[in-house]
């Protein structure tokens, strides 16, 4: 296979490599939607198991008083104790009223992130398939590279760089950190279809001319 080929499949390959970021990207996205609304319907029915536990102390609170008023007490030990259980009675009763807008919450809640747990279920399973068609085609890719080329892809790789691994030339300058090239550099990346780094942010360069299909 001739040089400006393989230049060709380098370009596959780098655009391969950004669909299967994106498709990453996609899948971790969704799991974190889904953590997030499972967690806030966790954190709801926690609420709702909390008001019920209220509800069971004030229960208990209401069952003392009542015991103590049917003791022989002062009057104002009575008015007192009576207040505490109006306060309770009280309490209770806007307790229970919350606890009902909960219940109400989480029946419609619940179905919603079943739905969407579903959805995101379904939509992980198909990024997954086209993640490993991904990696099949990428592999097959990678293994007809000369054997530089793939040490060198496989170190700049490891340095997860965000905007992928690859570069050109533009304007004498690496197009993404715009470090300065001399002539020379440039001659051998875009007429000598050299292989080369840039020295600046560790990408690979693409012979611009050749990946644009300028030059055959």
Not at 18 to 36: A, F, G, H, P, V
Not at 59 to 73: G, H
């Amino acid at each position: 296979m001739d040089k400006v080929s393989v230049f060709f499949q380098l370009k596959e390959y780098d655009s391969l490599c950004r669909e299967n970021d994106s498709l990453k990207k996609q899948k971790n996205d969704l799991i974190d939607r889904l953590k997030t609304r499972q967690g806030e319907l966790q954190e709801a029915q926690s609420q709702a198991q909390a008001l019920k536990q209220r509800l069971r102390e004030l229960d208990t609170n209401l069952l003392e008083l009542d015991r103590v008023l049917s003791q022989r007490l002062s009057e104002a030990s009575k008015e007192e104790v009576e207040e505490k259980a109006l306060q309770v009675l009280i309490e209770q009763q806007k307790t229970e009223e919350l606890l009902e807008e909960k219940k109400t919450f989480l029946l419609g809640f619940e179905i919603t992130v079943a739905e969407i747990t579903q959805e995101s279920n379904e939509s992980i399973q198909d990024l997954d398939r086209k993640l490993h068609h991904l990696k099949t085609r990428l592999n097959l890719l990678f293994e007809s590279f000369p054997t530089d080329w793939q040490g060198m892809i496989e170190r700049v790789q490891a340095k997860n760089l965000s905007l992928g691994n690859f570069t050109r030339t533009q304007e004498g300058k690496c197009a993404l950190c715009r470090y300065k090239l001399s002539l020379e550099v440039q001659s051998e990346i875009d007429q000598q279809l050299k292989l080369k780094v840039c020295a600046g942010c560790s990408r690979i360069f693409l012979p611009y001319q050749v990946v644009s299909g300028s030059r055959a």
